[in-house]
């Protein structure tokens, strides 16, 4: 509809049932407009209800308002996706990240039982598995050990990097600080090889002298600590060739009867396993 003012604000009505001078619109203008009321109604109606267009002559939007049921979307461009996308590499390392009181990483591979260490303090605890590849989630039974150690026993001994889980403490534990690290009980071997996504912080009860190989899963930049306690006799830690060492730190460690010896490594990917420090005490 398309209404057109007459030019002068006034006129000479000449009109049965007139005045001799009245408004532009007059009666027979509103007739006009009350002719269109129905397709008026209609087009406020589709823009009241959210299904038609609006497009400000201007360009801008000083008001808008969107009905409770609408559905608003936001576009993701290709660029943002690229943004946000992560290689393997990186997701490892933000697995060693503790945010609060949700810790999250890969389960180690090899054995049915896996021992994570969350060192949240608290059994009150939410465990959740899920497969890396595509997010399924296995059947898996977890069950604390202590209050900063879960078991995740498995049907089938977990492969590298098959499996993350996910612990999440209650939100009542996250005023107080938690020790991150507490140290995981090492199975004894005469040839040790720790399994480095397994915790940072070993001790083990040496009842032989002992090699010490390179660890296996280490995230680049990752610092390992070893205690060795000397039990029944003097015993020595000999550190094997692939170990990278400074020249001020021998190849082995001897550590007399009940005392325990500490052994520090670091890792980098392009270079390997060093051990930046080894004593005695």
């Given at each position: 509809?398309?209404?057109?003012?007459?030019?002068?604000?006034?006129?000479?009505?000449?009109?049965?049932?007139?005045?001799?001078?009245?408004?532009?619109?007059?009666?027979?203008?509103?007739?006009?407009?009350?002719?269109?009321?129905?397709?008026?109604?209609?087009?406020?109606?589709?823009?009241?209800?959210?299904?038609?267009?609006?497009?400000?002559?201007?360009?801008?939007?000083?008001?808008?308002?969107?009905?409770?049921?609408?559905?608003?979307?936001?576009?993701?461009?290709?660029?943002?996706?690229?943004?946000?996308?992560?290689?393997?590499?990186?997701?490892?390392?933000?697995?060693?990240?503790?945010?609060?009181?949700?810790?999250?990483?890969?389960?180690?591979?090899?054995?049915?039982?896996?021992?994570?260490?969350?060192?949240?303090?608290?059994?009150?605890?939410?465990?959740?598995?899920?497969?890396?590849?595509?997010?399924?989630?296995?059947?898996?039974?977890?069950n604390s050990t202590d209050i900063n150690t879960v078991a995740l026993t498995f049907t089938a001994a977990p492969t590298t990097?098959?499996?993350?889980?996910?612990?999440?403490?209650?939100?009542?534990?996250?005023?107080?600080?938690?020790?991150?690290?507490?140290?995981?009980?090492?199975?004894?071997?005469?040839?040790?090889?720790?399994?480095?996504?397994?915790?940072?912080?070993?001790?083990?009860?040496?009842?032989?002298?002992?090699?010490?190989?390179?660890?296996?899963?280490?995230?680049?930049?990752?610092?390992?600590?070893?205690?060795?306690?000397?039990?029944?006799?003097?015993?020595?830690?000999?550190?094997?060739?692939?170990?990278?060492?400074?020249?001020?730190?021998?190849?082995?460690?001897?550590?007399?009867?009940?005392?325990?010896?500490?052994?520090?490594?670091?890792?980098?990917?392009?270079?390997?396993?060093?051990?930046?420090?080894?004593?005695?005490?």
């Amino acid at each position: 509809m398309v209404f057109t003012p007459r030019n002068q604000p006034w006129v000479l009505d000449v009109q049965p049932g007139g005045t001799a001078q009245a408004n532009a619109i007059d009666a027979e203008d509103l007739n006009r407009l009350e002719s269109n009321d129905a397709d008026l109604n209609s087009r406020l109606g589709i823009l009241e209800a959210g299904s038609g267009t609006a497009i400000p002559a201007d360009g801008s939007v000083t008001n808008a308002k969107v009905a409770v049921s609408a559905a608003i979307n936001l576009d993701k461009t290709a660029d943002s996706v690229n943004r946000l996308a992560m290689t393997p590499a990186e997701r490892n390392k933000l697995s060693t990240l503790q945010l609060g009181g949700i810790v999250s990483g890969y389960v180690p591979a090899g054995s049915t039982t896996a021992s994570i260490v969350h060192a949240l303090g608290t059994t009150d605890l939410l465990v959740g598995v899920h497969t890396e590849a595509d997010g399924s989630y296995p059947l898996v039974a977890a069950n604390s050990t202590d209050i900063n150690t879960v078991a995740l026993t498995f049907t089938a001994a977990p492969t590298t990097n098959q499996y993350r889980y996910t612990i999440v403490a209650k939100s009542a534990l996250l005023a107080a600080p938690q020790v991150r690290d507490v140290p995981v009980v090492q199975a004894f071997a005469p040839s040790l090889t720790l399994n480095a996504a397994a915790g940072n912080s070993r001790i083990t009860t040496a009842t032989a002298n002992m090699t010490l190989n390179e660890p296996t899963g280490g995230s680049d930049g990752q610092l390992l600590t070893l205690k060795v306690i000397a039990s029944g006799a003097q015993r020595v830690v000999t550190f094997a060739a692939a170990l990278k060492r400074p020249a001020s730190i021998a190849s082995t460690l001897t550590i007399a009867s009940g005392q325990r010896g500490t052994v520090g490594l670091s890792f980098e990917s392009a270079y390997g396993w060093t051990v930046v420090t080894a004593f005695a005490a």
